[in-house]
């Protein structure tokens, strides 16, 4: 079981200068990020019990937006197109990320930056999750489906209060403490120093 | 060997036993009513300019089985009529399942336009819709008839067009019984636009098909 966590990493693949010098030149650049709730509705419908538990991943939106500002902020870009609405995550055949052809089919061209997490459970009565949550990034070249970078980071999302029994879950950010999202936005700057390779800190 | 071992080892062997099933299915497959420049692919996708669409219609349902053991080699020998196993459903809804795969992100979806016509009659609305959903991811799905999964806003009820920028799936509630697959109908996919043009809308023709699938378990 300790060995679980290991096998599920995302590989690592570090950006070359040439990569990083590109993002100035790229004219298009987009940041998607994919669904990290999988269950919206109420747990409880009335007196029954409609779901046992939360499907949640790594706040993944949240953490693209922090990553994009920062990288832009770091080399002064402004052609990132923050995409706002999440997408469903068609997996590989290795079920290991989610289909790249699937983003060539939609934006057809230039570099895109995608962030997954695969999903975990948090019981009704909250707690803890099972593993920390991690996030995977990759940069991705549509015209050749090349992959460019790729790095995931992982932060503990701590004690999780009880989600709400009977409302719609707006979005998983609702779930997360506000210390824990701290740590997510500490997760996308991490990244963004291992796409620029900065020393680790 | 005691008695009492033998028998343990019988009732082990019972009861880790698997079962083997034959069944025939009847469903409605989807077809072209016009098909002069059109065809449906293996995965049930019909290609228009710049997207792929598939309809499904839940109302398929086996009609007949074998069943029976499968300790070394598979027997299904035990028939079983379709009217115990899956007798036919004689109450609404009836459900219909709708897939959209566009190139590019100007595609939007009105999934409230869609039509049914039963029997040539006027079209019936969906009173209810459900979406967007992802696709479920299985192979065969022609003859598969559920094809939206994970939906991740649990909404329904959507009347605006709703943008289709990936492999998207909605479904659609109509308020009759579902019909047999002896009965033909149509599905007129209105609501379907790119950049806030119409797209001519396919006329989706159901008539009966067949399959047979295999089921063994440990």
Known sequence: MLVLPACASAPRVPATAETIASLARERQIVAVHYHALGTPGPLHNGARLVHGSVTMAAPTGWIKDRFVQSLEARLGLQQIRNVPEPRFAYLERERAAPDARALKRTFERGLVFDFYSPWQYLPAAGGRLYRASEIQVRLLRLDDLSLLWADSCSFDAGHLPPPPLFLRLESVEKLYTPAALGRASGCADVLVARLLGDPER | ?218
């Open chain 2, 1 to 218: 060997m005691t008695p009492r071992s033998v028998l343990g080892i019988a009732l082990t062997l019972v009861l880790a036993q698997g079962c083997a099933a034959v069944q025939r299915w009847e469903f409605s497959r989807p077809t072209l009513e016009r098909p002069e420049s059109m065809a449906i692919d293996e995965k049930g996708y019909v290609g228009l300019p710049g997207v792929k669409v598939a309809v499904t219609a839940r109302n398929d349902r086996a009609t007949f089985a074998l069943a029976g053991p499968a300790i070394v080699v598979p027997l299904p020998i035990i028939p079983l009529p379709g009217s115990v196993i899956d007798p036919p459903k004689r109450e609404p809804p009836f459900w219909i399942d709708v897939a959209i795969d566009p190139e590019g992100e100007g595609f939007t979806f009105a999934p409230g336009e869609v039509r049914l016509h039963v029997d040539r009659r006027a079209g019936l609305t969906p009173t209810l819709t459900r979406g967007p959903a992802a696709v479920s991811e299985y192979l065969g799905r022609r003859d598969g008839q559920v094809l939206c999964g994970f939906d991740p806003s649990g909404d329904n009820g959507a009347i605006a067009p709703i943008p289709v920028r990936e492999r998207t799936c909605f479904s659609l509630r109509f308020e009759i019984v579902p019909p047999t697959a002896d009965t033909s109908f149509v599905v007129s996919l209105h609501g379907l636009a790119k950049d806030g043009q119409p797209v001519d809308p396919p006329q989706i023709l159901f008539t009966k098909g067949r399959a047979w699938s295999f089921q063994c378990c440990l």
